[in-house]
């Protein structure tokens, strides 16, 4: 069956603009997990959902970041007044949502700030 | 605070040789412990993970981790590298009774010389 999927694959934007990515879960999975990839660095845990919710945000670095996911599905990392500094590979992730299951990884986004 | 620690961030192994990939946490109690790859191009893949039992694991593509709870490690073997090994190895901790919020080490870089 189908992955995780990430759109766009690549973003290039201006500092100061607003930018949104796109995460489609594996169908079914109700737990959804962004995470952040510097350059030369592992994974960064942002923001959890079960279901509709936010179970935890606490990875989010300020409030110019925020991240929906209305329907239980499909999530958006929207990011407000970008800084080059954001400049990453964002990372989305699924899974069952029952306890300790696997998280399935998506190709990420990869998201440059000039 | 809870961090991963993999000391080595290059390794070069030569084809069929054995491999060994450190991995040190710091943590309050005995957390889950997950290695994970990451191929060009290719999402992050779960190799295998540690929970609780016995303190050797084995995963895919013939890997296996020994959980070292004296030392904190949880070092990541294989006897009989292969080319196709050349990847970006990830430790991970998360706390135990939840595998959500993953904690990634900054990774291992491997090359296979032929």
């Known amino acids: 069956g189908a992955g995780v999927s990430q759109t766009p694959s690549n973003k290039v934007t201006e500092k100061g603009k607003y930018v949104e990515l796109r995460c489609d879960p594996i169908?079914?999975?109700?737990?959804l997990y962004w995470y952040r990839q510097s350059l030369g660095q592992g994974p960064e845990f942002l923001i959890y959902?079960?279901?509709?919710?936010?179970?935890?945000d606490s990875g989010l670095p300020n409030d110019r970041f925020f991240a929906v996911r209305p329907e239980g599905s499909v999530s958006t990392l929207k990011i407000q007044r970008t800084e080059r500094g954001d400049s990453a590979v964002y990372l989305c992730?699924?899974?069952?949502?029952?306890?300790?299951?696997?998280?399935?990884f998506g190709p990420g986004t990869r998201l440059t700030v000039l | 605070a809870q961090s991963v620690t993999q000391p080595d961030i290059h390794i070069t192994v030569s084809e069929g040789a054995s491999l060994e990939l450190r991995c040190n946490y710091s943590?309050?109690?005995?957390?889950?412990l997950f290695w994970y790859v990451q191929s060009p191009g290719q999402g992050l893949q779960l190799l295998l993970k540690?929970?609780?039992?016995?303190?050797l694991v084995q995963g895919i593509k013939g890997f296996e981790a020994e959980f070292k709870r004296s030392q904190s490690s949880f070092n990541l073997r294989k006897p009989s590298v292969h080319w196709s090994d050349a990847a970006e190895y990830f430790c991970?901790?998360?706390?135990?009774?939840?595998?959500?919020?993953?904690?990634f080490g900054s990774g291992t870089r491997l090359s296979i010389r032929p």
């Open positions: 992730a699924s899974s069952t949502g029952l306890v300790n299951n696997e998280q399935f």
């Open positions: 169908s079914g999975h109700t737990a």
């Open positions: 959902f079960q279901g509709t919710g936010a179970a935890d």
């Open positions: 943590y309050g109690a005995t957390p889950y």
């Open positions: 540690y929970f609780s039992g016995d303190t």
């Open positions: 991970a901790v998360a706390p135990q009774g939840s595998a959500s919020k993953i904690i």
